[in-house]
């Protein structure tokens, strides 16, 4: 089983940066993918960003091109998603998922953190 711890978020505003923390712990060698994933109130948790764990192969929602980037630190078990021109409608919480596919679809990742908020005021 995999641990993913969250941490990062926080109350900004619109145009501002934030990075955020994905720490994994437990049997990290289980997995392929590191995704992120955003909900807000009232909608469907919705993908991000994904990275590969060994070979730092990335993909991005359209919503998110060109404004987060995603690294990764294999020493440290930890993937950050940083974030710049930060709009309102970024506002939701934040979640890192980890799944055994290449893949954008939740429905593929086995074990997700409790998430972190991000706020963003206009």
């Known amino acids: 089983q995999v641990h993913l711890v969250e941490s990062g978020g926080g109350l900004v505003q619109a145009g501002d940066s934030l990075r955020l923390s994905c720490t994994a712990s437990?049997?990290?060698?289980?997995?392929?993918?590191t995704g992120w994933f955003r909900q807000a109130p009232g909608k469907e948790r919705e993908f991000l960003a994904a990275?590969?764990?060994?070979?730092?192969?990335?993909r991005y929602a359209d919503s998110v091109k060109g404004r987060f980037t995603l690294a990764r630190d294999n020493a440290k078990n930890t993937v950050y998603l940083q974030m710049s021109s930060l709009r309102p409608e970024d506002t939701a919480r934040y979640y890192c998922?980890?799944?055994?596919?290449?893949?954008?679809?939740?429905?593929?990742?086995?074990?997700w953190g409790q998430g972190t908020q991000v706020t963003v005021s206009s």
């Open positions: 437990g049997r990290t060698f289980t997995f392929y993918t």
């Open positions: 998922a980890v799944s055994s596919s290449w893949t954008e679809e939740k429905r593929f990742y086995t074990s």
């Open positions: 990275i590969t764990w060994s070979g730092g192969a990335t």
